[in-house]
């Protein structure tokens, strides 16, 4: 069995475990986060079966991707990364999920797009829960009203989505996106990596983006 398998299978038992005790989580889904890597590293968990794939850069994604998924149908690929609107049109067209809404601007354009190409997409909203100046994602004083805007473009929103700040731990930030992400009723919660995965699943994470603990170090 190829590595990058064995190491999926891993993290999912491990979740089992550190979890089986805990009452009302649900199983999270595993984006396996495959940007930089290429397609030797990614059939093998395609062939296993896996279905839910995340990319942060559209251009790379479209190379990697365009073919594959149009003859699986099955896969369902994550935008994670920050999206310029001058690429929305490209993101529409490839991904079913765009994890990185921030702004009314752009919320407004995938919405748009989306009618012209008669496709949908569900996206979450990024939350800057840092408060960070270097970083994508929405004030959280904001989010409800980008939520309520959102809303009256009937654009699909599954839930709330963040990166949490590098330097610290992430569990209090992780508490804070439950409890925004319950006040607003999501059905989805998009947090944790490879570092900090059980801490979002105990904050009731439906989403873990896990890259290099599938497939290896990035360059
Ligand atoms: C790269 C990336 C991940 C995965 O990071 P790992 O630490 O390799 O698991 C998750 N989310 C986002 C937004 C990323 O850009």
Redesign the pocket.
């Known amino acids: 069995m190829h590595q990058v398998v064995q190491n999926l299978i891993s993290i999912k038992e491990e979740i089992k475990q550190n979890l089986s005790d805990s009452k009302d989580y649900k199983v999270p889904k595993i984006?396996a986060?495959s940007?930089t890597f290429g397609m030797d590293k990614i059939l093998p968990l395609i062939e296993y079966g896996h279905q839910d794939f995340?990319e942060?850069k559209v251009q790379e994604a479209i190379e990697k991707w365009s073919v594959i998924k149009s003859d699986k149908n099955n896969i369902k690929l994550h935008l994670?990364?920050g999206l310029q609107t001058n690429k929305v049109k490209l993101a529409v067209q490839l991904f079913d999920y765009i994890?990185?809404v921030d702004s009314e601007k752009l919320a407004k354009k995938i919405s748009n797009e989306q009618q012209k190409q008669n496709k949908k997409v569900r996206v979450f909203i990024q939350v800057n829960i840092g408060n960070e100046e270097q970083k994508f994602g929405v004030n959280k004083l904001s989010v409800s009203n980008l939520y309520s805007y959102c809303k009256t473009l009937n654009l699909d929103v599954a839930g709330l989505m963040c990166?949490p700040p590098l330097n610290k731990p992430s569990e209090t930030f992780f508490k804070e996106m439950n409890e925004m992400n319950k006040k607003l009723n999501f059905e989805d919660l998009s947090m944790g990596?490879?570092?900090d995965?059980l801490d979002a699943i105990k904050n009731s994470a439906t989403y873990v983006?896990?890259?290099?603990?599938?497939?290896g170090k990035?360059n």
């Open positions: 984006i986060v940007k995340g942060n994670i990364g994890h990185s990166i990596m490879s570092s995965y983006r896990i890259g290099s603990n599938i497939f990035r």
